[in-house]
T-cell receptor, first 112, second 118 residues
Framework: GEDVEQSLFLSVREGDSSVINCTYT??????LYWYKQEPGAGLQLLTY?????DMKQDQRLTVLLNKKDKHLSLRIADTQTGDSAIYFC????????????FGTGTRLKVLA | GAVVSQHPSRVICKSGTSVKIECRSL??????MFWYRQFPKQSLMLMAT?????????EQGVEKDKFLINHASLTLSTLTVTSAHPEDSSFYIC??????????????FGPGTRLTVL
């Protein structure tokens, strides 16, 4: 299908790791992104990965890409209450166009 | 940096009036900006791609006469919701493309505008 799929909810305890998953649709996607949205706010770019990479780490964030399965994940280490938000993955399908297709969003709740 | 602002952050208007929303890239120039609409607890829906100095490209199902887009400078795009009705109430988010037309160009988002039409 055309949808970029994410699980709707994730709940973790403070200090644990969070893993947010995303299944995208187009194997020719060049870049894949993770954005964070807090209530009533816009989207904050967290990180992105180029399609020829398998992994990218940036401080507490680790992105894993399985191109064969068209699966993307975001791992947040030592999750804090300030990480509670909605997380969107997005794919940029074809080089030369800058349109992003956003996932359905995962609402992360961090319990103290 | 890559800061994008939107104004106003919140607007309430009467049915039948027009509302203009501004999107500005504050510390970079953006030849391309995007306008999205987000319904409660849903993902972002791309409405149109705004190109500086040319007509906007609208997504299928988006009425161009209803949602007027003007990208008059490299740092400003405006979205005007004409003759607004309650069903136009939504969260409107813009983004600006930062880069030099290379493959690493990235969209940076504004904080959004909450439109409520009474």
């Amino acid at each position: 299908g055309e949808d970029v799929e994410q699980s709707l909810f994730l709940s973790v305890r403070e200090g644990d790791s969070s893993v947010i998953n995303c299944t995208y649709t187009d194997s020719s996607s060049t870049y894949l992104y993770w954005y964070k949205q807090e209530p009533g706010a816009g989207l904050q770019l967290l990180t992105y990965i180029f399609s020829n990479m398998d992994m990218k780490q940036d401080q507490r964030l680790t992105v894993l890409l399985n191109k064969k399965d068209k699966h993307l994940s975001l791992r947040i280490a030592d999750t804090q209450t300030g990480d509670s938000a909605i997380y969107f993955c997005a794919e940029r399908r074809t080089s030369g166009t800058y349109k992003y297709i956003f996932g359905t969003g995962t609402r992360l709740k961090v319990l103290a | 940096g890559a800061v994008v602002s939107q104004h106003p952050s919140r607007v309430i208007c009467k049915s039948g009036t027009s509302v203009k929303i501004e999107c500005r890239s504050l510390d970079f120039q953006a030849t391309t900006m995007f306008w999205y609409r987000q319904f409660p607890k849903q993902s972002l829906m791309l409405m149109a791609t705004s190109n500086e100095g040319s007509k906007a490209t609208y997504e299928q199902g988006v009425e161009k006469d209803k949602f007027l887009i003007n990208h008059a400078s490299l740092t400003l795009s405006t979205l005007t919701v004409t003759s607004a009705h309650p069903e136009d109430s939504s969260f409107y988010i813009c983004s600006a493309l930062k880069g030099t037309s290379g493959s690493t160009d990235t969209q940076y988002f504004g904080p959004g505008t909450r439109l409520t039409v009474l």
